[in-house]
């Protein structure tokens, strides 16, 4: 096991080098950098500003800016180097955890990714903690009752709402309760005098706003989980061990709880790590700016339209890490639920 751990940790180094590279090239080619936005706001100020004042000179903003001025803005924003010594540098900086800093938000990224965080953290750890306490029992009681009326008729629920996206949802959601019966507030995670609430208040001000948004989110994810816990309960309920244990005298319900319960789990219990750490990264861009949540969604979005390349490459560098880790730790919660599986 140790091998194989050492093997993917080995493994993970290229494929975040070819991410990165990928993604670094590609920004290359992209117009309407950082330079020329800077460039395009001197061209406005100048037009608008002393070259208008100037009648018999004309605009300056007509001319442009000048040369020193541009090779000023590219040593500023560090686009006077060639791009393969940018790449290296900042490599350099992200193996010392330095994300850089921000050209428009004129702070570290790091520093970004705190601010944005707690509202990704509550619309995601929602979303994972509803989602598994209804999914689960959900899928249970199908896999027991297949074929049933109660199965059919959760199998066309969960599937309607796996069919709805969110952001519809999430408008139908402001239009009816946040609009037209005012029982929602339309926008924030918290009121304006949050500060001035007490405990409680705090509390139930918070479950006020944030209960649209996590409905908007959550709905979608039921079906995949409920589908699931369902066929791997039918599956080992079909199994020869399962009608053994009947064969003994066992209860269903003993059947049921202590010998499928464990095996059937098996594909979902593995999977808890990938979505309880995505949780805290689930920035859901359409989500988040329709019910005006400041998270990370939001952030990477601004960032991309706006060229903001260390806060796009850094939290890319990040988000990247922490899921290649992720995805070891969900390999090796297999050998923790089932120790027959083995990484020979």
Same mark, same amino acid.
């Given at each position: 096991?140790?091998?194989?751990?050492?093997?993917?940790?080995?493994?993970?180094?290229?494929?975040?080098?070819?991410?990165?590279?990928?993604?670094?090239?590609?920004?290359?080619?992209?117009?309407?950098?950082?330079?020329?936005?800077?460039?395009?706001?001197?061209?406005?100020?100048?037009?608008?500003?002393?070259?208008?004042?100037?009648?018999?000179?004309?605009?300056?903003?007509?001319?442009?800016?000048?040369?020193?001025?541009?090779?000023?803005?590219?040593?500023?924003?560090?686009?006077?180097?060639?791009?393969?010594?940018?790449?290296?540098?900042?490599?350099?900086?992200?193996?010392?955890?330095?994300?850089?800093?921000?050209?428009?938000?004129?702070?570290?990224?790091?520093?970004?990714?705190?601010?944005?965080?707690?509202? @990704?953290?509550?619309?995601?750890?929602?979303?994972? !903690?509803?989602?598994?306490?209804?999914?689960?029992?959900?899928?249970?009681?199908?896999?027991?009752?297949?074929? @049933?009326?109660?199965?059919? !008729?959760?199998?066309?629920?969960?599937?309607?709402?796996?069919?709805?996206?969110?952001?519809?949802?999430?408008?139908?959601?402001?239009?009816?309760?946040?609009?037209?019966?005012?029982?929602?507030?339309?926008?924030?995670?918290? @009121?304006?005098?949050?500060?001035?609430?007490?405990?409680?208040?705090?509390?139930?001000?918070?479950?006020?706003?944030?209960?649209?948004?996590?409905?908007?989110?959550?709905?979608?994810?039921?079906?995949?989980?409920?589908?699931?816990?369902?066929?791997? !309960?039918?599956?080992?309920?079909?199994?020869?061990?399962?009608?053994?244990?009947?064969?003994?005298?066992?209860?269903?319900?003993?059947?049921?709880?202590?010998?499928?319960?464990?095996?059937?789990?098996?594909?979902?219990?593995?999977?808890?790590?990938?979505?309880?750490?995505?949780?805290?990264?689930?920035? @859901?861009?359409?989500?988040?700016?329709? !019910?005006?949540?400041?998270?990370?969604?939001?952030?990477?979005?601004?960032?991309?339209?706006?060229?903001?390349?260390?806060?796009?490459?850094?939290?890319?560098?990040?988000?990247?890490?922490?899921?290649?880790?992720?995805?070891?730790?969900?390999?090796?919660?297999?050998?923790?639920?089932?120790?027959?599986?083995?990484?020979?």
């Amino acid at each position: 096991m140790w091998t194989y751990i050492l093997k993917r940790l080995l493994l993970m180094v290229p494929t975040l080098l070819g991410i990165l590279l990928l993604t670094f090239v590609v920004i290359q080619f992209v117009p309407g950098g950082p330079v020329e936005q800077m460039v395009a706001q001197l061209q406005g100020r100048d037009a608008g500003g002393e070259g208008a004042a100037a009648s018999g000179a004309g605009y300056r903003g007509r001319q442009g800016v000048d040369a020193e001025r541009i090779e000023e803005i590219k040593r500023l924003y560090g686009f006077d180097k060639p791009a393969p010594e940018r790449f290296v540098q900042m490599l350099g900086q992200f193996a010392r955890f330095d994300l850089g800093q921000s050209f428009f938000h004129h702070k570290d990224v790091w520093t970004l990714v705190k601010d944005k965080l707690p509202v @990704s953290i509550s619309l995601g750890l929602w979303t994972f !903690f509803l989602s598994y306490l209804v999914s689960v029992p959900l899928g249970i009681a199908k896999a027991v009752r297949a074929g @049933s009326r109660f199965d059919t !008729f959760t199998s066309l629920l969960v599937l309607v709402g796996y069919a709805i996206p969110g952001f519809v949802l999430g408008v139908a959601l402001l239009v009816v309760f946040g609009g037209q019966l005012q029982w929602f507030p339309l926008r924030g995670l918290t @009121s304006s005098n949050w500060e001035q609430l007490s405990l409680g208040a705090k509390v139930a001000d918070y479950l006020w706003h944030i209960a649209l948004p996590v409905t908007a989110s959550v709905l979608g994810a039921f079906a995949v989980t409920t589908m699931l816990t369902k066929n791997a !309960f039918l599956e080992q309920i079909g199994q020869q061990y399962v009608l053994t244990a009947r064969a003994k005298g066992l209860s269903e319900r003993r059947v049921l709880w202590k010998h499928v319960m464990r095996n059937a789990l098996i594909p979902i219990v593995t999977g808890f790590p990938s979505a309880f750490i995505g949780a805290f990264f689930a920035g @859901s861009l359409l989500i988040e700016t329709l !019910f005006s949540l400041d998270g990370l969604g939001l952030l990477s979005y601004e960032s991309v339209m706006r060229r903001d390349y260390p806060v796009v490459l850094g939290t890319l560098y990040l988000f990247t890490l922490i899921g290649l880790l992720t995805k070891l730790i969900s390999d090796l919660c297999y050998l923790w639920v089932d120790p027959r599986v083995k990484f020979d």
